[in-house]
C-alpha cells in the first residue's frame, strides 16, 4: 500500500475549514438572539413613543375641559384624559398595547408658574396624565425576558399656548372716581385710570398681534367725530344724544410681531394708553355723570362689523359700577344698571362671524356691595350685583374687592394681575415641561 505524500498530509493538517464552519454554527444561535433582542427592543421604543403621543393627547384634551370650566362651561377633566387615553376603551387604545392609566393619575394641579389663574371654584390649571404599558417580546423570550414596561408622562396647562384669533374691545370706565389713588395697584403711586393703563399694557404684551386684534373704547365719550390721536380736542365731552366713545378700533399693531418685547409708540392705541407722538393719553374727567349701557352696546356693534369667522369676540368691561348722574341726556335710557346687565347679555347671545358670542368679561374696581347705582331700584342699586351680572358667567368677573365686592370664581385682585390673568384665560392649552411646578 502506497503511503500518503508529506505535502498531502501537510495540507490535510492545515486545513481550518470545517472549523471555520463548527464555530458558525455555534454562534448563530447568540447572534440570532442579539438580533430578536434588538427587534424587540425597537417594538418597546415604538410602542412607547406612540403610548406618549396618546398621553400627550389625553393631557391636552382634559386641559381644554379645564379652560372650559374655567370660562364659565363645563367638563370633566380625568373622565376626558381616560377618553383619549391608550387603556382599553380609550380613543387611542389599539389592540398591540395593554396600556393602563398609572395609579393615582391623572392629577389636577394648580401650577404657579405658568400665569394661568387657579380660580376659587374651580382650583386648578392643568393637569398630569401618566400611563403604562407592557409589550411582549418575541425573541427576547429566548433569554427568559417575557415582557418590557414602558411608560410615558404629560403635562398640560389650561392656558399658554397658540390662541384662537381674538377680536377684542376693552371698555373702561374714564370718569372722575378715576382719579382715585390704587394702593394696592402694583405700579407706585397710581392713579386707577393710570393702574387701568398699565393693566391694558400687560394685556397688549401679552397677545400675539399676528392674530389678535384689539381696540378700545372709553365713557364718557370725547369731543369730535374723528379717531382720539388724531382729535384736536382730547377733553370728555358731555353726554348727548350721539356721544363718540371709540378711541381706537380694533387693530394689530400694538407691537411690531408676536416676538416684540415692547409696545409699538406708533400704534394710536397704544399712545392712547400710554402717550406718545402728539397723542395725549386719557386723562379721567370729571363733571360728567356716568351712563355706561350705551357704550357696551357700542363696543358689541363694533365687534360684530371687525371680526371674522376664525375669531372669538371679547369685550373687557371695566368699571366702579356706580351709575350716580342725576340727569339723563337725550338718547340714553334710566336704568343704567340694569339696561347695562341687558345690553351685556345681549352681546353674550349675539353669534358673531364664528357662530359663537361675545366672552364678557366684568372687572368691579371699587364697586359698592350696597348702592352706588342711583338711576336704578331694587337689586340693580347695588353695583356689585351689576358688575358681577354684566360678565358673561360668573368665571369672567374680577373684583379688586375694595369695597366689599368680592369674586367668587377669581382670587386674583389688583388690577394689572386681573388683566394678566384674562390674557391668559383667552389663551389656548398647551403641553407643559414635566417638571412644571
Not at 135 to 142: E, L, M, N, Q, S
Request: hydrophobic share 40%.
Amino acid at each position: 500500500m502506497r503511503l500518503p505524500s508529506p505535502t498531502l498530509l501537510r495540507r490535510f493538517i492545515k486545513d481550518r475549514s470545517g472549523a471555520t464552519a463548527a464555530l458558525v454554527a455555534l454562534a448563530i444561535i447568540p447572534i440570532l438572539g442579539l438580533a430578536g433582542f434588538a427587534i424587540d427592543i425597537g417594538h418597546a421604543l415604538q410602542v412607547k413613543s406612540a403610548l406618549q403621543a396618546s398621553t400627550d393627547a389625553a393631557a391636552l384634551a382634559a386641559a381644554y375641559d379645564i379652560r372650559a370650566i374655567g370660562n364659565g362651561g363645563s367638563g370633566d377633566p380625568a373622565a376626558k384624559a381616560r377618553l383619549y387615553s391608550s387603556a382599553s376603551g380609550g380613543k387611542n387604545a389599539t389592540t398591540q398595547i395593554a396600556a393602563t392609566m398609572s395609579a393615582g393619575y391623572p392629577q389636577l394641579k394648580c401650577f404657579k408658574t405658568t400665569g394661568a389663574n387657579c380660580a376659587a371654584a374651580y382650583p386648578y390649571n392643568g393637569i398630569v396624565v401618566r400611563q403604562e404599558a407592557t409589550v411582549p417580546t418575541f425573541f427576547a423570550k429566548v433569554m427568559g425576558i417575557n415582557s418590557f414596561s414602558v411608560s410615558a408622562t404629560a403635562v398640560a396647562g389650561a392656558a399658554g399656548g397658540t390662541p384662537v384669533p381674538l377680536n377684542v374691545m376693552l371698555v373702561l370706565d374714564n370718569t372722575a372716581s378715576m382719579q382715585q389713588a390704587d394702593n394696592k395697584c402694583s405700579i407706585k403711586n397710581a392713579s386707577k385710570l393710570a393702574c387701568a393703563q398699565a393693566g391694558v399694557k400687560t394685556l397688549l404684551n401679552e397677545l400675539d398681534p399676528s392674530v389678535d386684534q384689539v381696540g378700545l373704547m372709553v365713557f364718557p365719550g370725547y369731543q369730535g367725530s374723528g379717531k382720539y390721536c388724531n382729535s384736536s380736542s382730547h377733553k370728555v365731552a358731555r353726554y348727548n344724544g350721539n356721544p363718540n366713545y371709540l378711541i381706537s378700533d380694533p387693530v394689530s399693531d400694538y407691537r411690531a410681531s408676536d416676538d416684540a418685547k415692547s409696545l409699538d409708540a406708533s400704534s394710536g392705541l397704544v399712545a392712547a394708553t400710554q402717550g406718545g407722538g402728539s397723542c395725549t393719553k386719557l386723562k379721567a374727567e370729571g363733571g360728567v355723570g356716568t351712563f355706561y349701557h350705551d357704550v357696551i352696546d357700542q363696543a358689541q356693534a363694533k365687534l360684530q362689523a371687525t371680526d371674522r369667522p376664525d375669531m372669538q369676540n371679547v369685550m373687557v368691561f371695566l368699571s366702579d359700577g356706580d351709575a350716580s348722574a342725576s340727569n339723563v341726556p337725550p338718547g340714553l335710557a334710566k336704568k343704567q344698571c340694569q339696561n347695562a346687565v341687558q345690553a351685556a347679555k345681549d352681546a353674550a347671545a349675539q353669534a358673531g362671524a364664528n357662530g359663537k358670542g361675545t366672552w364678557v368679561f366684568s372687572i368691579a374696581y371699587g364697586a359698592q356691595n350696597k348702592g352706588g347705582c342711583s338711576t336704578d331700584t331694587g337689586v340693580y342699586r347695588d353695583a356689585c350685583y351689576t358688575m358681577k351680572n354684566i360678565a358673561s358667567d360668573s368665571a369672567k368677573f374680577y373684583s379688586d374687592n375694595a369695597a366689599g365686592c368680592p369674586s367668587s370664581s377669581n382670587s386674583v385682585s389688583e388690577l394689572v394681575s386681573i388683566f394678566h390673568t384674562i390674557a391668559q384665560t383667552l389663551q389656548a392649552p398647551r403641553l407643559l415641561a414635566e417638571n412644571t411646578t
